[in-house]
């Protein structure tokens, strides 16, 4: 006898479910893994282990550490998208969480220290109100009934309407919409089911129903609490022949058009019984990783893509900034421009956010940050003159 919907799932345990839903939830690039080796304590006695199912590791602007527990409210899903494993067509496991499982699970992995936050997305089931309504209950739950105070982050279905978004940050720390792709076409072609136009309607409405709850009100003169942790959004990158550049352009025009706190690139990973469009191997890491530097130069310099040639857009073996740095001081100009955050630190005499490796490289290549010559630097002593003796030597000349 073959067991209806209702029966497949009341089947399977809490443990079970957890087992399906956390693993189908690794490909969402949206909270950074702490990069530990995988142990388990189960054969030596011990206890603790880092491969707990659905928890991974995020870091907060000031560095701390935070356990998330990552999971899906479903991988069921109406959508039939060519890259993604959990498509209407795909052969996996299924499995589906209720709105109660979701939040006693979130609560007791937080009695026992497990986690600190929530990190929740869903396959589309039904329809996109169904779903988005159904997470945005269990955030509810968690802030209203469960007087839960630590981290949500919610992965916003654009399709869904305004009214559930906006009730999606009034408890959610962060919302993010996926682009999915880098470009129209590469989304037209893979996921002909979803609409670039909608997504960027979602994040455009998103973006202005930010700025509208940041102003203070007329009564109180206090700030609406709506998503203070901004937006952020993830391209899946490898899946399409969109180079680097490509890709770096888009990123600039999504931090740029709808404020984004972040844009994650997750590299492309081949699932089984794929379509013939998609590449048969993933990209190397290193190119996600140098898009992530690149990344970092946009969000925290002035540094804005330019145009390079193909060769040097996937050159892997090279970092952006010495890339960058080597091409415009080439001709002439100056990486990255001036324009740095006032609270950063002092780099060679220019407000700069840089990390300690990144200033080392501006000293031994004789420029600060800005692009300024230092007097004293390794780059601005001519080959027969020994070392400055002036007391001067290595402050930047203005």
Known sequence: ?????????????????????????????????????????????????????????????DGRCISLLKILLTNFCIYDCSYCINRSSSNVRRARFGIDEVVKLTMDFYRRNYIEGLFLSSGVVRSPDETMGEMVEVARRLRLEEKFSGYIHLKTIPESSAELVEQAGLYADRLSINVE?????????????????????????LRQKMEE???????????????????????????????????????????????????????????????????????????????????????????????????????????????????????????????????????????????????????RAGTGACGSRMSGGSASRSPSSGPSSSPKAGRLVR
């Not at 970092?296 to 145009?307: C, D, G, H, Q, V």
């Open 213 to 363: 709850k940041a102003e203070p009100t007329l009564k109180t003169k206090k700030r609406e609490r709506f998503a203070p942790g901004g937006q952020s959004t993830q391209m899946i990158i490898g899946a399409d022949k969109t180079s680097d550049d490509g890709i770096l352009h888009t990123s600039a025009r999504l931090y740029g058009s709808y404020h984004l706190r972040r844009v994650y690139y997750s590299a492309f990973s081949p699932i089984p019984d794929s379509s013939s469009s998609l590449p048969l191997q993933k990209p190397p890491l290193m190119r996600e990783h140098r898009l992530y530097q690149a990344d970092w130069l946009m969000r925290f310099t002035a540094f804005r893509n330019r145009k390079s040639s193909p060769a040097a857009a996937t050159a892997c073996s090279i970092s952006p900034s010495t890339r960058s740095w080597a091409g415009h001081c080439a001709t002439g100009g100056s990486f990255p421009s001036t324009s740095i955050a006032p609270t950063a630190k002092r780099c060679c005499g220019c407000r700069v956010s840089a990390p300690r490796w990144w200033r080392r490289f501006w000293r």
């Open 1 to 61: 006898r073959i067991r209806t919907y209702h029966e497949q799932m009341s089947a399977l345990t809490v443990r079970e479910k957890l087992a399906v839903l956390s693993d189908a939830a690794k490909y969402d690039a949206s909270c950074a893994s702490s990069g530990a080796a995988k142990k388990d304590s189960l054969e030596s006695g011990g206890i603790g282990s880092t491969e707990g199912m659905g928890i991974c590791h995020s870091y907060a602007p």
């Open 181 to 205: 792709l880098p470009t129209d076409e590469g989304v037209k072609r893979l996921a002909p089911e979803k609409k670039p136009e909608t997504i960027r309607l979602s994040m455009a409405r």
